[in-house]
């Protein structure tokens, strides 16, 4: 009696639907469009940027640069947000959505980092997965931000422009992060979240890409290109 054979092992997605020369080509071009980019939020810390963060999820970056306008110019570290206390804290920002949920979780975090991190913003990944309101996303924008670690933050921008352009296409936002992690080539890594969520929102955007003005239009793999 034969052996049953082995079941096929299921074969893993590709990490990218471009050539390696087409990747580096591809943020060879972003870095020539944008040498330097950074995130749009205005923060002058790492504490400012983490709140800046916690509070831009579901949010405009324009939306939170007005609120942390003057929410930092009278609490622009962990102590000076709890002295604030809740009800102060919600004035500031009571113009951003969930601002309930996020100004508990912003206090909740501040005295942690005042109770375990003395009043500092941690730079591994683990503590600041264990802060309120704190997720991997925001983990890896602080990481990539704040302490120039090659992290990737995906986004709804980076998720559309990775599976639309065939660079790292993904099912789920942790797919496509892997996927980027292997396809970006090395030299590229630190910058390529700020590059690639830019070309979302500005160019590669949802409804109607502006293929007609982008810098990659002859590497991407979108079939559905517009010519004008």
Not at 67 to 94: C, E, N, S, Y
Not at 95 to 123: D, F, Q, W
Not at 157 to 181: C, D, K, W, Y
Request: aromatic share 6%; glycine share 6%.
């Amino acid at each position: 009696m034969r052996s049953a054979r082995p079941a096929a092992a299921s074969r893993p997605r590709t990490a990218s639907l471009l050539s390696p020369a087409r990747r580096r080509a591809l943020f060879e071009r972003l870095k020539a469009q944008n040498p330097a980019p950074a995130t749009e939020l205005h923060y002058r810390t790492p504490f400012e940027l983490l709140v800046a963060v916690m509070l831009s999820a579901q949010a405009t970056d324009r939306s939170v640069n007005r609120a942390t306008a003057t929410l930092f110019a009278v609490a622009a570290t962990p102590q000076a947000m709890l002295d604030l206390g809740l009800r102060g804290l919600k004035r500031h920002i009571r113009t951003i959505g969930l601002y309930n949920t996020k100004a508990a979780n912003i206090l909740r975090t501040c005295r942690l980092l005042l109770e375990h991190h003395g009043g500092a913003v941690p730079s591994t990944r683990d503590a600041l997965e264990a802060l309120p309101g704190v997720g991997r996303k925001t983990a890896n924008v602080i990481l990539n931000t704040a302490f120039g670690e090659p992290t990737i933050a995906v986004d709804t921008h980076i998720f559309r422009v990775s599976n639309r352009t065939g660079l790292a296409p993904g099912r789920t936002v942790g797919e496509v992060e892997q996927n980027l992690l292997r396809a970006v080539p090395r030299a590229y890594r630190h910058h390529a979240h700020h590059w690639l969520i830019l070309h979302g929102r500005y160019t590669c955007i949802a409804r109607r890409p502006r293929c007609g003005s982008c810098v990659i239009f002859d590497l991407c793999a979108y079939p559905d290109k517009l010519r004008a």
